[in-house]
């Protein structure tokens, strides 16, 4: 059986085949949210039968941005497959999109990918759970199919939280609110950016608030622009930190939006690290200012209200 921490990463291919029964969750599963861990907790709950744990998804394609809120990712392909291996998943089968899949007809899906493919001796779904060609498999079917095809399927309700049903679309609205908070709850963890820390202008070090600056591709979906406070994670190290999401409007405007932030008690070089920046807080909208004297004193003023907030709440 897999170690937790070590997973099979199965991507851009419909071809694949597992050698053991398997537990298995199907989905988009983008956030990871607390509805999509209550499935994935069950999932690896069966690893205690000898089963395999696999979450069953498909690529979140990045060239293709529809309009409003539903064309971006609460996170990454990289950052959803970096957090399903942390929670101990043996094999994660990040499926394209193709027609050989999309047009298959729900019992022909299940005899052929569930079965013939992945060999699953037990299926999680929520209750709104739909496959198959113009999403005509419901979980009511799948209960059948399991019957027919001897797999055990559960189905659990959906999580919920001030009077509304948790998913990925709830905390999008969140997120594009600010409502840091809020969207913190939903997700059961805080929702945070990740990446390699590129070279910035250094503006920050000329004004002796040394920054790290991190370019999410555009797919990730972004809180509003502005100033937040952040808890920063590298390698087992944690600091706390201001952040700003923008174009840094003062220092000439950047074509692409970034997330530029200062940590509090750190100093040192990290271009190039692997880092996590988890979303806490917002403060005010981003501003372009007058001039570099009239940036920094409102950063330290960013500062001191961020430092402010760690001793009252985090």
């Not at 950052?79 to 729900?106: A, H, K």
């Not at 939903?186 to 202008?201: A, I, M, P, Q, T």
């Not at 200062?262 to 880092?275: A, E, T």
């Not at 806490?280 to 500062?303: C, G, N, T």
């Amino acid at each position: 059986m897999t170690e937790k921490g070590i997973m099979d990463y199965v991507t851009g291919t419909t071809k694949f085949h597992m050698e053991r029964p398997c537990a298995v969750s199907l989905g988009k599963f983008d956030g990871l949210h607390k509805g999509h861990r209550k499935l994935l907790h069950r999932v690896l709950s069966q690893k205690e039968q000898g089963l395999l744990g696999v979450i069953f998804t498909f690529e979140k394609n990045p060239t293709r941005m529809l309009s409003g809120l539903s064309g971006q990712n609460i996170m990454t392909n990289e950052e959803r497959r970096r957090l399903l291996e942390q929670e101990g998943v043996d094999c994660l089968l990040e499926c394209p999109f193709v027609p050989e899949l999309s047009l298959m007809e729900p019992e022909t899906f299940v005899k052929e990918v569930l079965v013939g493919q992945l060999h699953a001796a037990f299926v999680a779904v929520g209750e709104d759970f739909r496959f198959g060609h113009q999403r005509k498999g419901d979980a009511k079917l799948l209960t059948r199919l399991g019957e027919q095809y001897h797999f055990q399927v559960e189905v659990l309700k959906k999580e919920q939280s001030h009077g509304r049903d948790i998913s990925s679309t709830y905390i999008r609205e969140a997120l594009h609110e600010g409502n840091i908070p809020l969207a913190n709850e939903l997700l059961g963890y805080r929702y945070f950016v990740s990446g390699e820390v590129l070279h910035g202008r250094q503006i920050g070090r000329t004004l002796g608030l040394p920054t790290t600056n991190l370019l999410p591709p555009e797919e990730k979906l972004l809180p509003p622009n502005g100033v937040y406070l952040t808890r920063t994670r590298l390698a087992e190290d944690v600091y706390y930190g201001i952040t700003n999401i923008g174009y840094k409007p003062t220092v000439g405007a950047e074509l692409h939006k970034g997330v530029e932030t200062f940590l509090f008690d750190y100093s040192g070089d990290l271009y190039g690290r692997h880092l996590t920046v988890e979303f806490l807080e917002y403060e005010r909208p981003e501003q372009k200012f007058h001039s570099l004297e009239e940036l920094k004193a409102r950063i330290l003023s960013d500062v001191h209200w961020g430092k402010s907030k760690i001793c009252v709440k985090f």
